[in-house]
């Protein structure tokens, strides 16, 4: 991971062996990603202060990992995808305390399991958490409290396919990307 000043300057390595998706806090010290903590280990999500490079493990993951870290607008909470089998992912939430540390156990959103998961958003709230999940080339775009028990709901506005997913801060808008692939 390679941080760049935004006005231009050195970069600067603060990570090695990172994983796909990274997300800041809301103070902007901290990046959440994933690690490789070594051979015969699961990825986990780690929290790595960019002014110390300083690493704070946030899961500790099932086989085969923990990914695509998603830190909540309002710092409180840290979403991740998990699941204890590589085709059988779902989404998960950790409490985070204000310094950045697990604040209690990590909890699956839902009912569901899925075969991927390519993204999660959260919505400005804080109080529901938007991915992309489904099996590859048939992604969809989900919604979800992530308080209590309930079932997610498909987002239909969108077509198969979507990878990445992101919510504005601001003003209540959502972008996705769709992969479309025509071979014949």
């Known amino acids: 991971m390679i941080l760049i000043p935004p006005l231009g300057g050195p970069e600067r390595k603060i990570a090695d062996h990172v994983g796909p998706n990274f997300s800041w ?4 010290k901290w990046v959440a990603a994933t690690l490789w903590d070594g051979p015969q280990k699961p990825d986990g999500i780690w929290l790595i202060s960019v002014e110390t490079g300083e690493k704070r493990r946030l899961t500790q993951p099932h086989v085969p990992a923990d990914l695509r870290p998603s830190i909540s607008p309002d710092g409180t909470m840290l979403a991740f995808v998990g699941g204890p089998e590589v085709y059988s992912r779902r989404p998960y939430v950790l409490p985070l305390s204000r310094d950045g540390r697990a604040a209690g156990e990590a909890r699956a959103v839902g009912r569901e399991s899925y075969g991927v998961i390519t993204q999660i958003a959260w919505t400005p709230d ?23 028990t309930r079932q997610a709901v498909r987002l ?3 077509f198969e396919g979507v990878q990445s997913v992101a919510i504005s801060r601001n003003h209540a808008r959502l972008v996705y990307e769709r992969d479309v692939r025509d071979v014949n």
């Open 25 to 28: 806090t809301p103070d902007g």
């Open 126 to 148: 804080s109080r529901e958490i938007v991915y992309s999940a489904g099996s590859p080339g048939m992604y969809r775009l989900w919604r979800i409290a992530v308080a209590g």
């Open 156 to 158: 239909n506005f969108a």
